[in-house]
């Protein structure tokens, strides 16, 4: 229908050239109050996209879906509604946003094929994102100081309200607006905070004490949205839903509930890659296996115990 969708370029950087290299991220908030959720946690991101051999990079949305879009990517090509179509679209529920990001893939695919990344020969596709790779984005990803990072929101002056439609006086209020009217963040992405609430990939799951709990759960949002307070507001607060209606059982469709996509590809795009893969967790494996032997082996005590504190996987266990 004539319209677009703009994306910002994510940097993590990493070695690139090494296909198991990740980079760790420490994501949440060191607060007790909401700490079954927001804690602290240590994340791992690789973006599936190249930039020369030192980093890697996945592609978010600039701004949150629009009303205008979604009437786009239904097959509604009907004049422009002005100013309803740059309204974020709200009242989706996890389900439409999934459909929205495959009839999005399908129609690039099919029209405008060039627009879409690739990677080894293979296209990109679009879905939600997951919450480590919203969180990265939303805290200013590489391009903020790292003490910045870790701090409860990402800009350093200024308000909530400067940043999002929250609902407070003068700012959402409880309506959802167009978007991009406040500040965007370091990345320059809009509506991090607030106006409608971002739905994400991976269901919720509880944090204990630094990582997430096996339970997977119900729908997960962030950011806040226009009915959130500027309190209840920040980079790492997560928010968990029922997805489906207890008295209908129709997908749950809440009134703020909208998304922001990103662009990203599969792991293994070819069998060069899955040979490259392969071959590097085999050397990874040898070397590990080696230095735990020698460990376990050593007639040092202390050198033992580092030995099975390196092997134990559960971070608890490895605290004790």
Do not use: K
């Not at 990803?141 to 006086?169: I, N, Q, Y």
């Not at 204990?208 to 339970?215: D, E, N, S, Y």
């Not at 509930?257 to 070819?270: E, K, N």
């Amino acid at each position: 229908c004539g319209a677009a969708m703009a994306f910002q370029r994510v940097e993590v950087p990493m070695d690139a050239n090494n296909p198991l290299a990740d980079r760790r991220v420490q994501l949440g908030l060191g607060e007790d109050a909401a700490g079954y959720s927001d804690y602290l946690r240590p994340a791992f991101l690789r973006g599936p996209f190249q930039t020369g051999g030192e980093t890697t990079h996945y592609y978010i949305a600039r701004y949150e879906l629009t009303q205008g879009q979604a009437r786009a990517l239904a097959g509604d090509c009907a004049p422009p509604r002005i100013p309803a179509d740059r309204l974020a679209q709200g009242g989706l529920s996890w389900f439409d946003a999934v459909e929205i990001a495959q009839t999005y893939t399908a129609w690039l695919y099919a029209n405008a094929p060039g627009a879409v990344p690739m990677r080894d020969g293979a296209p990109g596709f679009l879905r939600l994102p997951t919450e480590a790779e919203w969180e990265y984005a939303a805290r200013g990803g590489s391009v903020v100081d790292p003490t910045t990072f870790p701090a409860r929101h990402f800009f350093t002056e200024g308000t909530v309200e400067d940043h999002g439609l929250v609902f407070s006086p003068g700012s959402g209020n409880g309506r959802i607006f167009p978007v991009g009217l406040r500040a965007p963040n370091p990345l320059g992405l809009y509506d991090v905070y607030g106006n409608a609430e971002e739905l994400m990939l991976e269901p919720f799951r509880l944090n204990v004490l630094g990582r997430f709990h096996g339970q997977a759960g119900g729908v997960v949002t962030r950011g806040g949205s226009t009915f959130s307070t500027p309190a209840q507001v920040y980079s790492a607060a997560r928010t968990e839903y029922a997805p489906f209606d207890a008295s209908t059982g129709t997908a749950r469709r809440g009134e703020a509930f909208g998304l922001r996509l990103v662009i990203s590809a599969h792991v293994t795009s070819s069998d060069a890659r899955v040979s490259a893969i392969q071959t590097t967790w085999l050397d990874a494996a040898g070397a590990q296996g080696a230095a735990l032997d020698a460990g376990f082996g050593s007639p040092d005590p202390e050198a033992r115990l580092a030995a099975l504190i390196e092997a134990e996987l559960d971070p608890g266990r490895q605290q004790a």
